[in-house]
């Protein structure tokens, strides 16, 4: 059956709920960039959000990282169906390809704009990032720590199909989102306490520039976004998640990296948090947020290759 395979986030549901209206496609696969090549992928399935993968029907992207492999593998992104483009969203580049193709509900639109603002953190203001808006509503109430993976997958299909049929706001009325977001709200004061305790910055760090969240020693892995350290520290430049990856349920020694640039200076940043990681083959992303893993084969190597990493962090953002 021809499928779907997109990002499990805001941007990666309403990519699908686009493509699932245009092209009446109906199997949803969701996943992580990390894990789509463990997925068999026909010539009939669409990828949007993710990295490109081979004999899809149509690729959608807008990850510079995710071109830059394919000038790696000497592939011309031109060449595959689809559309990848430099843009906030894959939303936003999916609506864009049908905008002249297929006629749309006019909320499409104004989705399709929310995606740009959540994958981008554009939020103007700290009050603004907090806000009920519908967006963040929907956003917040997508990933909630005291559920299984099949009830989030779950749920994210629950609120493609309801894109496909309902604006942002009344999607965001709906009892099965409100229990969710009341969920959320509890488990967000906790998260903000949590962080307060744990939230660290390095030695030669003098102006506290970058905060950094290491789970890596822990005996448990919280699930919290770290941008809520934001709200603790408004102040700093950047907010660095370090945590263990999980390999086959366990805790391995490589260390996964979550980095982003505080959305209230994204627009002074002249810095690519993406290509800076990029050139340390540990992953890539966008300008403003990154992602990647460190290899480790023991403990004390982990340990090391952090220290490493934080340094040439500190040196590449104060230079």
Wanted: glycine share 4%.
């Amino acid at each position: 059956m021809s499928k779907i395979i997109t990002h499990c986030d805001f941007d990666g549901v309403v990519s699908a709920a686009i493509i699932k209206y245009c092209l009446n496609y109906d199997e949803i696969i969701f996943t992580t960039p990390t894990k789509i090549h463990q997925l068999s992928i026909s010539g009939e399935d669409i990828v949007s959000d993710l990295p490109y993968v081979r004999k899809c029907r149509y690729w959608f992207d807008h990850h510079i990282s995710n071109k830059e492999e394919l000038d790696y593998r000497k592939i011309d992104y031109k060449t595959i169906p689809g559309k990848w483009k430099d843009a906030p969203s894959a939303g936003g580049v999916i609506y864009e390809f049908f905008q002249d193709k297929n006629s749309m509900p006019e909320f499409f639109k104004d989705t399709a704009i929310a995606a740009d603002k959540i994958d981008t953190m554009g939020y103007k203001s700290l009050e603004d990032w907090l806000s009920k808006s519908p967006e963040n509503i929907i956003q917040n109430s997508i990933s909630l720590k005291t559920e299984n993976y099949r009830l989030f997958e779950n749920y994210l299909r629950f609120l493609t199909d309801s894109m496909t049929k309902l604006s942002l706001k009344e999607i965001s009325e709906l009892p099965e989102v409100q229990k969710r977001y009341a969920i959320y709200e509890k488990e967000f004061d906790k998260d903000v306490d949590f962080l307060k305790k744990i939230v660290s910055f390095h030695q030669d760090d003098s102006d506290k520039k970058i905060a950094i969240i290491d789970y890596t020693n822990l005996s448990f892995i919280p699930r919290i976004e770290k941008n809520y350290a934001i709200k603790i520290f408004p102040d700093v430049d950047i907010i660095l998640a370090l945590s263990p990856e999980i390999n086959r349920g366990r805790k391995s020694n490589n260390i996964k990296i979550s980095i982003g640039v505080n959305f209230l200076k994204q627009n002074e940043n002249k810095k690519d948090l993406g290509a800076f990681l990029g050139e340390l083959n540990f992953g890539g992303g966008h300008k403003n947020a990154a992602g990647g893993i460190i290899k480790s084969k023991s403990k004390q190597e982990r340990e090391k290759n952090k220290e490493y990493f934080l340094e040439d962090l500190i040196k590449f953002w104060n230079t």
